[in-house]
């Protein structure tokens, strides 16, 4: 009976059609299979692999929409008050290994992605090497603090979840309501390869209960040594010596690891999901330069690629045969903002000259030279909330405002500097002098704000990164944000009065602040839409600053292969390789 269990479970799935592959090219190299840490999370390509070899309870589409998965787990709201959120892994969901995914997984996930549990006085950053960005030798080894990073929001369960239905289940409990609370949990890292390790416990359901009884029972020791490999024991760039870090959960799984620069995924056979794959094995391929890429496309050796969107991209691919070019919006999206307060020169503290510097930025011409050239359809962002080609942005944008501001208007930004008495103002605006795209905004605005009497200037930076939101240091910046889903949290993250993570230009309004704190209640999606379009007219008219257009994104692939689609939000090329399949014919 075991034998015929074990081999039952490696049956692979009807779908897939054996022999199959495709090559993809990705920018950056594979440095950690989790993604969750701060080291694992500066590469893409990192997040990219976990989303094809993982499953979660829900993730976004194409359109982009919320999509639960059934098939691997199920959530739902036990309480309101307080904030109640159960979660149940599905019958039969298995690691890679054939070890069942439970509730000791999801409980490692809380500890790790909320911080609870941390030491309050680790201080990790003594102890990350400056060339490599992970943790040194001397990290000490009674730190228990785990790095993970997906918890916005997570942090609010400060009680320990509560396991239920003989281990399938974890409930967890909010300190306070959180609006988004359906996009902080997931399953992470397996539980019983994280203490395995840590704890050198050998039998999985031994290692398994060794973590739950060192988080339930605050056993500090234990829980240094889980944290510790938690956040670095899954980094490596060429194949671990133990295959069982490799172990996933979701439709694929990695295989192998070549140094000099490919990592394979091949279908898990104990997956048993909705995302089944057709396609047996993906070749990643990691290629920085994007015309590199697209020549490789050209020459076969490539089946998909997603490139930097570039005019000359753009152009090379549309000289390929037998290659499907898929054109839209990406995530990122370009801004200019404006230092209400503590600016370099201070000219922007009063609302009238704020006013007039945003009537003279050139956002047409800029969508024109930098844009159009790659999505020939792209339009202005006009949104400070709301991402284009949503029914919300749409009618935002017909009464926030933002009409105003379409346009260059010289007279008018000089009426407005007249009745502020002031005259040839200057702006020095922050940006990165080594990304052309920046460098011919900056040129374009220079240009066209000089007709108003502005004198802008440069205080471009290889460091400006880390000079955003420093007091004295520039008056304007142009730099982008990348939206990776659609949280309330995120408009909060940038126009709350007590943010320090996007709220870059110190932007404050009591009327913001009310509308943000009114979605920290349950409500409907009409009436979170309705604050948010509020808050979008309230930014515009304080003249804070300026959208100026969504970044495009490219997908290009070859015609033997179907079902390759591109997502706004999703991780670049990977997001859907389940729904790949050979072409008909082919």
């Avoid at 897939?16 to 080291?39: C, K, Q, R």
């Amino acid at each position: 009976m075991a034998a015929t269990l074990i081999l039952g479970g490696c049956t692979v799935q009807s779908e897939l059609v054996e022999g199959t592959s495709a090559t993809v090219a990705l920018t950056h190299p594979f440095t950690s299979i989790n993604p969750n840490t701060s080291y694992g999370s500066s590469v893409p390509t990192n997040g990219s692999i976990f989303a094809a070899t993982n499953s979660s309870f829900n993730d976004y589409n194409e359109v982009p929409e919320l999509v639960k998965d059934a098939s691997f787990g199920s959530y739902e709201v036990v309480s309101e008050n307080p904030l109640t959120v159960k979660y149940t892994i599905a019958e039969g969901v298995r690691w890679s290994d054939g070890i069942p995914v439970d509730a000791a997984d999801m409980l490692l996930a809380w500890a790790a992605n909320s911080r609870v549990l941390n030491d309050p006085d680790a201080e990790a950053s003594q102890h990350t090497d400056p060339q490599t960005g992970e943790f040194s030798d001397d990290f000490p080894e009674d730190y228990v603090y785990f790095d993970g990073f997906t918890g916005n929001g997570l942090q609010l369960v400060t009680s320990t979840p509560v396991i239920g239905d003989d281990g399938t289940s974890l409930t967890l409990a909010y300190d306070e309501y959180f609006p988004d609370w359906e996009l902080v949990f997931e399953v992470g890292m397996p539980a019983h390869v994280v203490a395995g390790h840590a704890l050198d416990r050998e039998d999985s359901k031994a290692a398994k209960a060794a973590l739950i009884e060192a988080i339930e029972g605050n056993d500090r020791e234990s829980l240094a040594a889980i944290s510790r490999f938690w956040n670095s024991g899954f980094n490596f760039q060429a194949m671990p010596e133990n295959h069982d870090i490799l172990v996933s959960n979701g439709p694929y799984t990695v295989t192998a690891i070549d140094p000099e620069g490919e990592v394979t995924l091949t279908a898990n056979p104990y997956y048993r999901g909705a995302h089944s794959p057709a396609i047996e094995k993906i070749d990643i391929r990691f290629i920085a330069d994007p015309l590199q890429a697209v020549h490789a496309l050209g020459e076969g050796t490539i089946d998909v690629v997603a490139p930097q969107g570039t005019a000359d991209v753009a152009e090379s691919l549309s000289a390929l045969d037998q290659v499907t070019i898929q054109s839209g919006l990406d995530g990122a999206w370009e801004r200019l903002d404006l230092q209400m307060e503590q600016g370099r020169n201070g000219v922007f503290t009063d609302p009238r000259v704020r006013e007039a510097f945003l009537k003279v930025v050139p956002r047409q011409e800029i969508l024109q030279r930098l844009v159009r050239p790659v999505d020939a359809s792209a339009q202005l962002r006009s949104s400070h909330v709301f991402m284009p080609d949503t029914v919300a942005y749409t009618e935002s944008v017909a009464e926030n405002g933002s009409a105003s501001f379409r346009k260059v208007d010289v007279s008018a930004a000089e009426a407005l500097l007249a009745k502020a008495g002031v005259v040839s103002p200057e702006v020095c605006v922050l940006f990165d002098p080594a990304n052309p795209r920046r460098v011919t905004e900056f040129q374009l605005l220079r240009e066209s704000a000089a007709h108003a009497g502005f004198r802008v200037t440069d205080c471009s930076s290889p460091d400006w990164n880390n000079l955003l939101g420093n007091p004295g240091v520039y008056d304007a910046a142009l730099y982008a944000l990348q939206t990776t889903n659609l949280a309330v949290s995120a408009v909060a993250a940038s126009f709350s009065s007590s943010s320090t993570i996007n709220n870059h230009n110190r932007y404050a309004n009591a009327d913001v602040d009310a509308l943000l704190a009114s979605l920290n209640h349950p409500v409907d999606d009409a009436g979170r839409v309705r604050a948010l379009a509020e808050i979008d007219a309230l930014v515009w008219a304080d003249f804070a600053g300026v959208p100026l257009y969504q970044y495009p994104r490219i997908l290009a692939s070859n015609r033997t292969l179907e079902g390759v689609e591109r997502s706004p939000l999703a991780p670049t090329a990977l997001w859907n390789p389940w729904r790949w399949k050979p072409s008909s014919g082919t």
